[in-house]
C-alpha cells in the first residue's frame, strides 16, 4: 500500500519544497521508504535543495515519452529516492497520475512536491493525492491564497493540516488565527531561520546541514505525526 501526499501552497515563496525535502528525510530516518517527488512541472526546484544535478531522464521526460516512472527513480546520497524533476511545457504522452500510479507498492510514501498556485499542473498533484499538507506563512495574502487551495484539494484528498512556516513573533497568536481562518489544524509552526538559506546554499537540507537546530526538531515531530 502507498500512501500519496501533496505538499502544497496558494503561493510562491512559502517554502513549501523546503517543508517537502525535509519531512521526506525526517520520515526515511525514522526507517521509512520514502520516494520524493518533484512535481513542479514548470518551476522544479528539489534539484537546488538537494544539491543534485538534473539527469536526462526526469518525471518531464517520463510524462514526455510515456516511460515508467522507475526510470527517473534515483537514490540521494541521503538515502532518499527522489524522482528529480526538469522543466518542460510541450505535450504529454502520460499524465501525472498515472506515472504515479506506478509507483504504487513500491514505496510506503510517495511526498509531491506540487507547483504553487491553482494552475492546471498544480492540480495534477493535487488530483493525485490521498492526503495533501498545505504550507502557508504568516501573511494575509498567503493564508487567503490557502483558502482556495484547500477547497480544490479536498476535491481530491484529505487535507490533513496546515505548515505555518517562517514565523516571527506571536507563535501562538498567529496559530489561533491561521486555524480560524483556515479551519484547519496546524500541524507544524517552523520559526524564520537564517540557516535555511545557509542550508539552500550548500544544497543540504536543515536536517543533514543543522541536524541540531530547533527548525529541524520541529521537522522530525511532524514526522513523527505523520508516521502512522
Known amino acids: 500500500m502507498t500512501k500519496y501526499i501533496a505538499i502544497a501552497s496558494g503561493k510562491r515563496g512559502v517554502g513549501k519544497t523546503t517543508v517537502a525535502a525535509n519531512l521526506a528525510i525526517a520520515l526515511h530516518k525514522l526507517g521509512r521508504d520514502i520516494t520524493l517527488i518533484d ?26 515519452e510515456g516511460k515508467h516512472i522507475s526510470e527517473a527513480l534515483y537514490l540521494h546520497p541521503s538515502g532518499l529516492k527522489i524522482v528529480p524533476g526538469s522543466t518542460y511545457l510541450g505535450n504529454h504522452n502520460k499524465e501525472l497520475s498515472a506515472a504515479l500510479l506506478d509507483l504504487f507498492g513500491k514505496t510506503e510514501i510517495a511526498i509531491m512536491d506540487s507547483a504553487p498556485g491553482f494552475d492546471e499542473t498544480a492540480l495534477k498533484a493535487l488530483r493525485s493525492a490521498d492526503e495533501t499538507i498545505i504550507v502557508v506563512n504568516p501573511e494575509i495574502t498567503a493564508i487567503n491564497d490557502a483558502i482556495k487551495t ?63 537546530s530547533q527548525t529541524s526538531k520541529e521537522f522530525r515531530q511532524l514526522a513523527d505525526l505523520l508516521n502512522l
Open 150 to 212: 484547500i477547497n480544490i484539494a479536498e476535491e481530491h484528498s484529505n487535507v490533513i493540516g496546515v505548515v505555518l512556516n517562517k514565523l516571527k513573533s506571536n507563535k501562538n497568536q498567529i496559530i489561533k488565527i491561521v486555524q480560524q481562518r483556515l479551519n484547519r489544524p496546524v500541524i507544524a509552526a517552523i520559526a524564520e531561520d537564517r540557516n535555511i538559506p545557509k542550508s539552500l546554499s550548500l544544497g543540504r537540507p536543515i536536517l543533514c546541514s543543522y541536524p541540531n
Open 39 to 64: 512535481a513542479n512541472l514548470t518551476t522544479p526546484h528539489l534539484n537546488f535543495h538537494l544539491n543534485f544535478p538534473t539527469p536526462k531522464t526526469t518525471l518531464s521526460s517520463i510524462l514526455k
